[in-house]
Structures are given as C-alpha cells and as structure tokens.
Nanobody
Framework: QVQLVESGGGLVQPGGSLRLSCAAS????????IGWFRQAPGKEREWVSC????????RYTDSVKGRFTMSRDNAKNMAYLQMTSLNPEDTAVYYC??????????????WGKGTLVTVSS
C-alpha cells in the first residue's frame, strides 16, 4: 500500500520544540521531492519547506526560516521536520507530500493525512 504517514505532533508550549516524521511505504522516496505543508484552523494550506534531490536544495517559507529544519533519510524512507522556537502561529495540521522527479514541491503525487501541532501555554 502506497502511503505517507506523519507522526510526532502534539501539544507544546511557546518556545518549545517538536520533531515531525514522515514515513513512506509502498514506494521509495529516492526520486521524490518531499515537502512539508500546514493548515491552520480557518486558513488555507500553506507550504512550509521542500527538499528536492534534483536540486539538492532545501527551501523554507519565510515565517519558519531559522527555526525549522527539514531532513530526509532515504535509507529509512523517512523525512523529518525539526521545529524549534515554536509560537502559537505555528499551530496547524502538518502534512508531508511527495512529488516524483520534481524540483519543487506541489504535492502532486502523494499526501499524508497529517499530524496536529498545537502551540499553547
């Protein structure tokens, strides 16, 4: 079964950290761009970060630069999003997505079901 499964979300206090994981099964992430997206309550889904093996570049939306770090482990078929200095505006459902052969992340191939991150005191 082809799927992406996110984990690692939860409740964290402002200033805290979380590490999200994205596990792929049924296909290899080797030739996929991997993106993290999020959707806050009442807002549209937005792109957070993206890594393409075809550019070797990891990109971040401005609001998370310096705070979030994306990584991937193709041997484990996993991707990660390390989030630090979290603030309430980071509260959202976080999704990972995969794009085959892509240089940018658009979520055209596979999506996970998301993991909820709540930043609150």
């Amino acid at each position: 079964q082809v799927q992406l499964v996110e984990s690692g979300g939860g409740l964290v206090q402002p200033g805290g950290s979380l590490r999200l994981s994205c596990a792929a099964s049924g296909f290899s992430l080797d030739n996929y761009a991997i993106g993290w997206f999020r959707q806050a309550p009442g807002k549209e889904r937005e792109w957070v970060s993206c890594h393409s093996p075809f550019t070797g570049i990891t990109r971040y939306t401005d609001s998370v630069k310096g705070r979030f770090t994306m990584s991937r482990d193709n041997a484990k078929n996993m991707a990660y999003l390390q989030m630090t200095s979290l603030n309430p505006e980071d509260t959202a459902v976080y999704y990972c997505a995969a794009d085959y052969g892509a240089r940018l992340c658009a979520g055209t191939d596979y999506w996970g079901k998301g993991t909820l991150v709540t930043v609150s005191s």
